[in-house]
């Protein structure tokens, strides 16, 4: 039986659970998610998990931060003086912006407090810091 390879092409469903059971992403009644295993597009533990696998297995897999998408940086927490902001912006917590980082690649940013001076961006990852729980079945080795 043939099994998925570093370099192989597959398709799988998944439904990534955080530790108290809540949901943040599923593919079940989307399309499979298609990735080339160990091409770097993938957060490390899923394609590790992935690997070894055939075609109508299922396994579910805990992802530590620290493969998943890293730990909580507070480098990634910046300050930005509140007549920096656009005007067409009125900034409020758990706002989702897009900023332009260093090689003009968008950098999505929450915000995470507001006062008179300054607001608060968090530039890490929404994941980051936590450990994923994926149920994963492999659909499709190509």
Do not use: C, W
């Not at 590790?48 to 890293?70: L, R, S």
Request: proline share 5%.
């Amino acid at each position: 039986m043939m099994t998925a390879m570093k370099g192989d092409t597959v398709e799988v469903h998944y439904t990534g659970k955080l530790e108290d059971g809540s949901v943040f992403d599923s593919s079940v009644n989307r399309q499979p998610l298609g990735f080339k295993l160990g091409d770097g597009n993938m957060i490390k533990g899923f394609d590790d998990a992935v690997h070894g696998m055939a075609v109508g297995d299922k396994k579910t897999v805990t992802i530590p931060a620290a493969e998943a998408y890293g730990e909580r940086r507070d480098d990634m927490m910046i300050d930005v003086p509140k007549e920096q902001v656009p005007a067409n912006i009125s900034p409020e917590v758990g706002m989702q912006l897009t900023l332009q980082g260093g090689n003009g690649q968008p950098m999505p940013v929450t915000v995470t407090h507001v006062d008179e001076e300054k607001i608060t961006l968090d530039a890490n990852h929404q994941l980051a810091g936590k450990d994923l729980i994926f149920d994963i079945e492999l659909m499709k080795i190509s």
